[in-house]
């Protein structure tokens, strides 16, 4: 059977893309039938469009699909917790009717029509096309804004009807390698019960057609029942558990396994997004001997209501300290602008969150933004130190994770900020202790941040801060790569890759003798450089609305439109706390709204009193076309929505427009405010 690797499929599809000429020696034949027949429909492969949801639509299917809905939620909810990633159904016509994700912010295509002709290729299409399982990755894609997308589909009968398909997605990487028969077994699952006209099975005969699914796992999984109880567990579940009889643990309280009875509780009721992993003990029993404790880490968990209405309980979890949080969702899911030159220049906009701080900095297609992101996707799979400059607020630390996520690096992902920590304690927090090597220190010792992110990234934060003595050590780190504990005599390599982050001019501080010249050239092997807010106003609807509907989703709120005029004044504030204080601002507009439309009166009195600097209005385009602009803008009264129609380009296309030729946007609050 031929293989293709991802580089024989992006040769072919450059050959493609430029001639129409397929290349049979270096992709599949059913994507390239697939290629063919996007260029065929007329799709733009760099095209970033989806079709928009009907909401309409989407309730009458879901309400003709009942029936089917109730039989394939759990089996979804169940691929959705193995994965950790996107699981839709489409019908017949690839309608996709039910979504489950565990994203908080995604482009998807739930509620609309899953076509060649308009979404481009995918696993989900080829098996609407072929009738058969697929699986698509990476450069299979026809379109630039899925080729670091990952996603397998099978396709699910009633009898001999071809009812559907039901898919999995990864937006930023490769899906399991057993995803594929994983999704082949849910579908299973589906069918099973649509042959038995949806006959309601009991708790055993369920379990049973689950264990071939958990079985794809290679992580430790778990069933329980509400009490405990366990139903089912999986291969590497058994390892763990030094039990290799599956039926020894069938039927027995997962409490008699943990090393603390309270442990289950606490297993049980905690969040299911776990941004702080609870971490447990396990008893293994040895022939012979006195059970002996393994420390093992919960890493993803859900409680997913059967079809009989019983409850189980999923737990995914595997000894602590492996390195195996892939899919605990640093999420970049991309969204691309069309670029005609997509190899030199290929994204525009990326999303990311940080599961630490839930904040997402990293939103935007401004030119100012696309040129950060451009200096990511062509840097992050070297190992070159980064320098990231740019102001506070403007989201470095989220550039940092993209560059690490994007790196594919196997390692964690550790920030230290060089100007928290005492002077006396930043060289223990780097390089680690023994035990005793000092009055205080822990008894068994500590590891330290440049051990912990061996094979990873280490984020040295507000690097400007760090004192002499330890820029020494740090470049003697970085010359290297070896780390000595203190109160050790023995040396380890480590291999790391540092990303540093300042606010502050580094050529200033190496005149002021404050910062060596030697480390900053040694750090500044890529220097990107983050635009405030201020220079990248056109990306303020795309990052206020997301953080409306952010804060809509926490605080369990309906998401409240932004009329035109808070728009049109937050694009003329000059945002000195950058992206992070607008994130600050649209939270409190959430509040002040009081579930209705957010306008003026919602805002900040700093925000609304704020008068732009007249100096700062000069002409940088052509006289003729910001002279039309600004006739159009005044002929609408300054509607940006009816200007954006008129000119036939997207609102965020127009404030690009406005932002270029310094046009001040012209509001009328005062009725708002009264």
């Known amino acids: 059977m031929a293989t293709y690797t991802q580089e024989d499929t992006l040769l072919a599809w450059k050959t493609f893309i430029a001639s129409g000429v397929i290349l049979k020696d270096k992709v599949r034949p059913i994507v390239a039938r697939s290629w063919e027949h996007c260029r065929e429909s007329g799709l733009d492969p760099w095209s970033s469009s989806f079709p928009k949801c009907s909401n309409s639509f989407l309730t009458k299917k879901r309400t003709q699909y009942a029936e089917l809905l109730s039989i394939a939620s759990p089996v979804m909810n169940y691929v959705c917790t193995l994965l950790n990633n996107n699981i839709s159904i489409c019908d017949a016509e690839g309608f996709c009717f039910e979504l489950v994700t565990p994203l908080k912010y995604y482009p998807r295509t739930l509620g609309t029509y899953v076509k060649e002709e308009t979404c481009g290729n995918g696993a989900v299409t080829i098996s609407l096309n072929e009738r058969i399982p697929s699986r698509v990755d990476g450069y299979e894609h026809y379109r630039i804004i899925s080729h670091h997308h990952s996603n397998v589909s099978s396709p699910y009968f009633k009898g001999d009807t071809f009812m559907g398909v039901l898919n999995a997605v990864s937006p930023f990487g490769d899906l399991p390698e057993k995803a594929l028969q994983l999704i082949i077994s849910a579908a299973k699952i589906i069918e099973l019960h649509l042959e038995n006209d949806q006959k309601r099975y009991d708790t055993l005969e369920t379990i049973k057609l689950f264990k071939e699914m958990i079985g794809c796992c290679s992580q430790g999984v778990v069933i329980l029942e509400k009490d405990g109880t366990i139903l089912a567990a999986n291969q590497a579940c058994k390892q763990l558990l030094s039990y290799t009889n599956h039926d020894d643990l069938i039927s027995k309280s997962f409490t008699s396994y943990l090393a603390s009875a309270n442990d289950l509780s606490k297993l049980m009721s905690c969040k299911a997004e776990l941004l702080d992993k609870p971490t447990f003990a396990l008893k293994r029993p040895l022939s012979n001997k006195e059970d002996t404790l393994l420390e093992c880490i919960l890493i993803r968990k859900n409680h997913i209501k059967m079809i009989n209405g019983d409850i189980h309980t999923l737990l995914m979890i595997d000894k602590y300290g492996t390195n195996d949080t892939e899919n605990t ?98 060289y223990s927090e780097l390089f680690g202790y023994e035990k005793g090597a000092f009055t205080g220190a822990h008894v068994g010792g500590s590891i330290g941040k440049f051990e912990y992110a061996d094979e990873g990234t280490l984020f040295l934060d507000e690097i400007g801060e760090m004192p002499l003595d330890m820029q020494v050590s740090l470049l003697r780190f970085i010359q290297e790569m070896t780390i000595t504990r203190i109160g050790s005599n023995k040396s380890k390599k480590v291999n790391v890759r540092i990303i540093a982050a300042t606010n502050k001019d580094l050529t200033e501080l190496i005149r002021a003798g404050r910062f060596r010249e030697d480390l900053y050239y040694r750090l500044n092997v890529i220097d990107i450089k983050l635009p405030p807010l201020r220079e990248r106003k056109s990306d303020i609807p795309m990052l206020a609305n997301y953080f409306v509907s952010k804060f809509a989703e926490q605080f369990g709120t309906q998401q409240p439109p932004l009329s035109e005029k808070v728009l049109q004044i937050l694009y003329q504030y000059n945002w000195p706390g950058n992206v992070r204080e607008l994130k600050n601002v649209m939270e409190k507009a959430l509040i002040l709204s009081g579930g209705k439309d957010i306008t003026p009166k919602c805002l900040t009195d700093r925000i609304l009193t704020f008068t732009p600097d007249p100096d700062h209005s000069k002409d940088n385009g052509s006289h003729d076309a910001k002279r039309e602009l600004l006739e159009l803008l005044e002929r609408n009264n300054y509607n940006i929505s009816k200007v954006a129609k008129a000119m036939n380009i997207t609102r965020n296309t127009l404030y690009r427009k406005i932002e270029k030729y310094n046009i001040k946007l012209k509001t009328s609050v005062s009725s708002d405010i009264e």
Request: proline share 8%; charged share 20%; aromatic share 8%.
């Open 329 to 426: 969702y640093t999420t970049i899911p991309f969204a691309f602008t069309p670029d005609k030159n997509p190899l030199i220049n290929p994204a525009i906009s990326v999303n990311v969150k940080n599961p630490k701080t839930e904040e997402v900095e990293y939103i935007g297609e401004s030119p100012a933004w696309s040129k950060v992101h451009e200096m990511v996707i062509k840097t992050a799979s070297f190992p070159s130190n980064v320098l990231l400059q740019g102001e506070s607020g403007t989201g470095k630390e989220i550039v940092a994770l993209t560059i690490h996520r994007l790196s594919k690096r196997k390692g964690n992902f550790v920030a230290i900020n060089c100007g928290a920590i005492p002077k006396e304690l930043l």
